[in-house]
Each structure stands twice: as structure tokens, then as C-alpha cells.
């Protein structure tokens, strides 16, 4: 899977899931590749599930003093990375 975002004023997430750029993959495009990969419905949904519990639990703890980021620039990741786990759900 590749991306570019966040880096630069590039906001498009270009994965492997998808043929084009599109700023959201919803929880049907994983188990979409998870179909097209012969795994069950219920390995997806699991690593799914790990996947945003995890990714929910370090959005909490982004600290821009620690990454060096302005304030607003790290609310807009949060704001983005809580987006992305909301189209997981």
C-alpha cells in the first residue's frame, strides 16, 4: 500500500485497496481485498477491529511539542485519523 499524505499539502491516500486517489477507504473496500485475497469475513473483521483499536489509542497520544509539528497541523492529522477510523466502523 502507498500513500503520500501526510506529508506536504498532499491529502489523497493511494491504496493498494483502490485504482485511483481517494481521501477515504471505507471498511467495504478492506473486505473487498480481504475477498480478493481468499480470506474469511471474520479475519478481516478482526484485524480490522485491531487495527482502529490501536490506531484510536496512538491518535489520543500524538503530541506535537514531541514531534516537532505546530499545534494546528497535528489536529488536523488527528481530525483526519479519526475520520478514516469512523469509515472503518
Do not use: K, N
Not at 19 to 26: A, G, K, N, W, Y
Not at 44 to 51: D, Y
Not at 52 to 79: F, I, S, T
Amino acid at each position: 500500500m502507498r500513500h503520500t499524505w501526510p506529508y506536504e499539502s498532499d491529502h489523497r491516500f493511494r491504496p493498494a485497496v483502490r485504482h485511483r486517489p481517494h481521501d477515504s477507504v471505507t471498511r467495504r473496500h478492506w473486505l473487498e481485498l480481504g475477498e480478493d485475497l481468499a480470506l474469511r469475513a471474520p479475519v478481516v473483521v478482526g484485524l480490522i477491529a485491531r487495527v482502529a483499536e490501536g490506531v484510536g489509542l496512538l491518535c489520543d497520544d500524538v503530541d506535537a511539542e514531541q514531534l516537532g509539528m505546530p499545534e494546528p497541523w497535528v489536529r488536523d492529522v488527528r481530525r483526519r485519523i479519526r475520520r478514516r477510523l469512523r469509515d472503518l466502523q
